[in-house]
């Protein structure tokens, strides 16, 4: 059994199903995010471990006990909202405070682990300013130094860097990441941001639809995305309809490739993997390859979009390095790419 276990989680708000049938099996330790669309039952999951919501079916357990029904305040766990919610009339010292006299920590020792948290948060000297002195990346610190002073079982962050500027919000991803591995806290975090996803964490659960739609690692997800929803949602793609020709040979734009396709299907390759080569460079054996022409390119500064279209039939994009030769528009090209690069997913009835 895994240090958390969500069995079968169910929760309904009327008619409406908000998480439907999840499981996780997360180890002491580890990082996981909860990465999907708006509405697919990130936020429902959490509240649920937090005790906030209780669960229609299903069960949870942390470190071997059941805790499907315990009350908020006995599961010891460390909650960060994305409004930071801390109290605005309270010192920072004194919301930080807040879980330890709760818990009914003497005031020595109080004192102590306020300065040990202030210290992880790099918020040392800071303790006796009000909230509403400090800027937004120092306020999150403070709920964060928060949660952790308590020394939660786990630590549940709910989208809580996403109120902060990108610059201080990926500092920040990286200063969690490194604490949750220095204090070694198992944490389980909710974001719609694929980034902040892939930077914090060991493993990702998409969910789709109140579901588990895919868990793995970043790579896993990315390179061998289960579904088409998690090959659409998780990075880019492009999605090429397979049709076959006469004599049954998997065809996109009219032109036969060599892959392998069921009927009302869809080919997926990621823009990064494709290759622009002239028209008269012969397609290798493990190459894919269909010809175009250059609608336009948008240079987005690390890399070069390059829309390649083929006369009515579709687009499609190629990424490629800047500082590489673009083909200018108008040009006839060859789009290649390894065919182990090649997704296929079924159409989705509309
Ligand atoms: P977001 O990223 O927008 O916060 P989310 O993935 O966290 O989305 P949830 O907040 O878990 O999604 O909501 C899942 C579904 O349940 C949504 O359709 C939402 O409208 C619904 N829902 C959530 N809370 C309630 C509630 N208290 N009453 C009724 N419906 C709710």
């Not at 240090?3 to 330790?29: F, H, M, P, T």
């Not at 036969?256 to 622009?276: E, G, K, N, Y």
């Not at 010809?291 to 070069?304: A, F, N, P």
């Amino acid at each position: 059994m895994s240090y958390l276990e969500l069995s079968s989680l169910q929760k309904r708000y009327g008619n409406a199903v908000a998480v439907d049938d999840v499981s996780l099996s997360i180890e002491r330790g580890e990082s996981v995010a909860l990465l999907g669309p708006s509405g697919c039952g990130k936020t429902t999951t959490l509240r649920m471990l937090a005790g906030l919501v209780a669960p229609d079916r299903g069960a949870i357990s942390l470190d071997g006990t059941e805790i499907t029904r315990l009350p908020p305040h006995r599961r010891n766990m460390g909650y960060v909202f994305q409004s930071y919610a801390l109290f605005p009339h309270l010192s920072v010292a004194r919301n930080i405070a807040f879980g330890l006299e709760e818990r009914g920590v003497g005031k020595r020792e109080i004192t102590n682990r306020i300065e040990e948290a202030l210290a992880l948060v790099r918020l040392a000297g800071l303790g006796l300013r009000r909230p509403k002195e400090l800027s937004g990346g120092q306020q999150q610190r403070v709920a964060l130094a928060r949660a952790l002073v308590i020394q939660p079982s786990l630590l549940l962050l709910d989208e809580s860097l996403s109120n902060l500027d990108a610059k201080l919000r990926d500092a920040m991803r990286h200063e969690i990441r490194s604490i949750q591995r220095s204090l070694g806290i198992t944490t389980l975090f909710v974001t719609h941001d694929q980034v902040e996803a892939l930077t914090m964490c060991d493993r990702i659960a998409v969910m789709h639809r109140g579901r588990v739609a895919q868990i793995g690692s970043a790579e896993d997800i990315y390179e061998r995305p289960a579904t088409r929803f998690v090959a659409e949602f998780v990075g880019r793609a492009n999605v090429l309809p397979l049709a076959r020709d006469g004599q049954g040979r998997a065809t996109v734009w009219g032109q036969s490739l060599p892959v392998d396709a069921a009927a009302d299907s869809d080919l997926f390759v990621r823009p990064q993997r494709m290759r622009i080569v002239p028209v008269s460079e012969p397609a290798g054996g493990d190459t894919a390859r269909l010809t175009g022409r250059v609608l336009r390119s948008v240079y987005v500064g690390d890399h070069v979009e390059v829309l390649v279209e083929d006369g009515g039939h579709g687009q499609l994009t190629v990424e490629m390095p800047s500082g590489t030769a673009v083909p200018a528009d108008g040009a006839e090209v060859a789009v290649v790419w390894a065919r182990s690069e090649s997704r296929i997913f079924a159409r989705e009835a509309s």
